[in-house]
Nanobody, 123 residues
Framework: QVRLVESGGGLVQAGGSLRLSCAAT????????MGWFRQAPGKAREFVAA????????LYVDSVKGRFTVSRDNDESTVYLQMNSLKPEDTAVYYC????????????????WGQGTQVTVSS
């Protein structure tokens, strides 16, 4: 069973930056493929960014393209989400996610979730 631990959330002004980190342990099938979802108050969880299962390329939801960057450190089994030019609408709990076995449904249907880290962007 994979365990995901996020860090790096906090409060930032609009236009600012934050970097989230997620460390993974367990789950030999992961291939260091992980990603991020978020959930804003009163809204459903949504996909934000992920490392592709097939070729390791970055994947993004349209609303964060050009502002967020997902990357990984293979040696440390860690994935990062660099968030620049933050907007109030980016305020949410951000969850690190990892795939189901064989990457089925990835990235829209994760297999494991972290506990979440709060990101608040003030206007």
């Amino acid at each position: 069973q994979v365990r995901l631990v996020e860090s790096g959330g906090g409060l930032v002004q609009a236009g600012g930056s934050l970097r989230l980190s997620c460390a993974a342990t367990g789950g030999s099938f992961i291939k260091n493929v992980m990603g991020w979802f978020r959930q804003a108050p009163g809204k459903a969880r949504e996909f934000v960014a992920a490392i592709s299962w097939t070729d390791g390329s970055p994947l993004y939801v349209d609303s964060v393209k050009g502002r967020f960057t997902v990357s990984r450190d293979n040696d440390e089994s860690t994935v990062y989400l660099q968030m620049n030019s933050l907007k109030p609408e980016d305020t949410a709990v951000y969850y690190c996610v990892s795939p189901r076995p064989h990457g089925i449904g990835w990235p829209r249907i994760p297999g494991s979730w972290g506990q979440g880290t709060q990101v608040t962007v003030s206007s």
